[in-house]
Structures are given as C-alpha cells and as structure tokens.
C-alpha cells in the first residue's frame, strides 16, 4: 500500500530564516507532487517531481526528489509571511493519488 | 483559460438525504478524480473517471458513486449521508496522455451534514 508521510506537521519560523519539509513514501512510484492550500482554499499545484535526482525552484520554494531513498523535500529559503499555508506532498501510484497529512507553516515577523 | 469548476460551493444536507456534486474539468483535460478533505487533514482519493468509466476507486463505501459525461464534466453522488461525510470535496482533472501533467484542483464543495 502506498503511503506517504510528511515531516513536520507544524512549522513555525521567524522571518528570513530557512527551513526544510520532509516527505517519505513507501513504495515506487511515477510522479510526486508539492501543492499549497490556504486556509479555506482549494489546493494550489508547486511542483510536478518526475525522475531521480529532479530538482525544481520557484521563488524561494525548491523541491527535490530522490526516489532511491524514497524522499522528497521541499526546501524553504528567507521564509516570508506571505509563505504561510499548508503544503502538502502527494505520490500517483497507477490513478491513485495519495497525500500527506500536510505541513502547517506558520511564518512569523 | 477556465479552470476546474465545481458547484455548489456550499451545501447543507440532513444525515439520510443523498447529494450530488458536479465538477467541470479545466479545458484540455480527460479525466477527473474526486477527493474528500476532512477538517485538518489531507485529500483522500475517491475515485477517478475517464473514458466515462471508473478506472480506479479509494477505500469508500459504496455510497460514494460517480459518473462521467462525454463532456469530461463528472458527478459525484453520496447517498444516505453521514455526519462524517462532513468534508471539503475536491475535484481534480488532467490529460491522461503524457507524463509531467499535474493535477488542477477545482475551489471544492463544502458539505455539512447536520
């Protein structure tokens, strides 16, 4: 069964600092996905992760995939407010689509 | 460009009573999932449609249906509605063709069973 784990499920950090997300997947598969979600919010697409070794920036967002060890992180760089949300990695698996339970960043002045 | 569009945005049903949600797909796109999010947690895989047929389906009772038009546009029904059926529905839609194509997220249903 796939399953997908996220590490940590708060995040709270000052302003300018950096910070990272983990997320751990069980078993292989093709395609890993960062999306954002705002409080009330639909889900907002980050990135699209597709093969080993894939490294993806946008901003100060950079999302990386290593599907040996079977990780994906999203790395924050000089954490702005307006970054705060939840974030959410998700792994396709044939049609299915699985989530992780979500990182809550709270980003502080 | 329209993207995902689901209706209604909110509804109110009383436990027993049996609702429909509808979802039209983002211009381009084939096939549509849907997904249920409870209060805090992440998207849990309903269903996902194409060719108007379900080609794959999550771990939800059989209360839970869909449909699919030759529109691409989708349905999802949820009959003898429980109060844990409380939850933000969520409508993706993507080509089936081709790798790299993410998912577009709909704005989603808001469902209180009461």
């Known amino acids: 069964e796939l399953k997908v784990e996220q590490n940590p499920l708060f995040l709270s950090m000052q302003e300018g600092k950096n910070y990272t997300i983990y997320c751990n997947y069980s078993?292989?598969?093709?395609?890993l996905y960062w999306y954002r979600q705002d409080p009330g919010k639909s889900l907002e697409s980050l990135f699209v992760l597709l093969s080993n070794g894939a490294v993806k920036q946008e901003g100060r967002l950079m999302a990386s995939l290593d599907t040996k060890a079977r990780l994906s992180t999203l790395h924050i760089t000089a954490a702005v407010h307006d970054l705060s949300a939840t974030y959410f990695c998700a792994r396709t698996f044939n049609n299915d689509m699985r989530f992780g339970a979500g990182t809550r960043l709270t980003v502080k002045p | 460009d329209a993207g995902v569009t689901q209706s209604p945005t909110h509804l109110i049903k009383t436990r027993g009573q049996q609702v429909t949600l509808r979802c039209s797909p983002k211009?381009?796109?084939?096939?549509v999932s849907w997904y249920q999010q409870a209060l805090g947690q992440g998207p849990q895989f309903i269903f996902q449609?194409?060719?108007?047929?379900?080609?794959q389906r999550g771990n939800f009772p059989d209360r839970f249906s869909g449909h699919q038009f030759p529109n691409y546009s989708s349905e999802l029904n949820v009959n003898a509605l429980l109060l844990g059926d409380s939850a933000l529905y969520l409508c993706a839609s993507t080509r089936n063709r081709g790798r790299g194509y993410g998912y577009t997220f709909g704005s989603g249903t808001r469902l209180t069973v009461v």
């Open positions: 078993t292989t598969s093709d395609r």
């Open positions: 211009s381009g796109h084939d096939t």
């Open positions: 449609y194409y060719e108007e047929e379900e080609r």
